[in-house]
């Protein structure tokens, strides 16, 4: 009987430690995640420009990812079949909404631009109902009109936003969680070739520093990363260094704890989008913002699938 206690205590103590590094491990990434905001406000201020910072921001996410791979496998190969998939989701991940995100920043508050950005689950789920791909849920479509609600709060009231002139640009950002949400059905229901996470995001990596080296070339956004401009260079090296290791760390979550606990992580990056705007850029919002954020949280819980990996 003493022994069979004595299992049992060690097992507990097994799953409280596994319990509490996955949940170490999601607010990390919740951190890293919702700085990444606060950041690209601080980057754009600094004199940083949307193509000229999405193009350091590949460029180091490729370098850092490109490092791990080779040190892993030795060498990358790109099978033919995912040549086209690459450049799609270089421009729907990287290219159209980073632009997007970094011409928006500069006008929003962080906070309420990681609350704009939230809605992605939202996008996911009502692009998935139109393309039959899902199935109609009153719980989920709750979500929906929940995360609309939210959104309106947001933008209608005389007070909500600083300035009435910033709700063209939230309506803008709302095209970065567009931009993920077809993301993530083109990824559903994409073949990957055997090709690991890792090895696509450093793919798409590089794609996405080429097209937008040329862009900022082209558009006069280019700009060399100075070091004694310590607020532009510690910020975009920053933000490189989140799109490489957080993505990374989601997938060793997703296989650590399973894809409905890593989700969670949505919620996260909002609450601390809005936090680190406020410690670090002293930010203050409306009681609209805050009832948003309710809202926009609520619904993302609601439009979630309950189906465990």
Not at 154 to 163: A, C, H, T, V
């Amino acid at each position: 009987m003493t022994q069979t206690l004595g299992i049992i205590r060690s097992l507990q103590k097994i799953n409280y430690e596994i319990l509490s590094v996955n949940f170490l491990t999601l607010i990390i990434l919740g951190l890293a995640w919702g700085l990444s905001f606060t950041l690209g406000k601080i980057a754009i201020t600094a004199g940083g420009t949307p193509i000229g910072l999405t193009f350091w921001q590949s460029l180091f996410s490729g370098l850092i990812l490109l490092a791990y791979v080779l040190f892993r496998h030795g060498k990358i190969i790109i099978p033919k079949a995912m040549f086209l998939p690459i450049v799609i989701i270089t421009f729907l991940s990287v290219v159209i909404p980073n632009i997007i995100f970094y011409a928006c920043v500069a006008y929003l508050d962080a906070g309420v631009l990681s609350i704009s950005v939230s809605v992605i689950p939202l996008f996911t789920y009502l692009i998935a109902l139109g393309l039959k791909m899902d199935k109609f849920k009153v719980r989920r479509v709750i979500g929906l009109v929940t995360g609309f609600c939210a959104l309106l709060i947001l933008i209608l009231p005389e007070n909500s936003l600083p300035d009435k002139g910033d709700i063209p640009w939230v309506l803008l950002a709302l095209n970065c969680a567009l931009c993920y949400a077809l993301e993530n059905i083109y990824i559903d229901r994409l073949e990957l070739q055997n090709f690991g996470p890792i090895r696509l995001v450093c793919a798409v990596s590089f794609v996405a520093a080429l097209i937008t080296f040329v862009l900022s070339v082209a558009m006069n956004q280019f700009f060399i990363l100075d070091p004694t401009n310590s607020h532009l260079f510690i910020s975009t090296l920053g933000l490189g260094f989140i799109s490489a290791t957080a993505y990374s760390i989601f997938i060793y979550l997703i296989g650590r704890a399973g894809s409905v606990f890593s989700s969670q992580v949505g919620y996260l990056v909002t609450f601390f989008g809005v936090v680190w705007g406020i410690f670090i850029l002293g930010e203050s919002h409306s009681i609209f913002v805050w009832v948003s954020l309710v809202l926009i949280m609520m619904g993302i819980f609601l439009v979630q699938p309950r189906k465990v990996n």
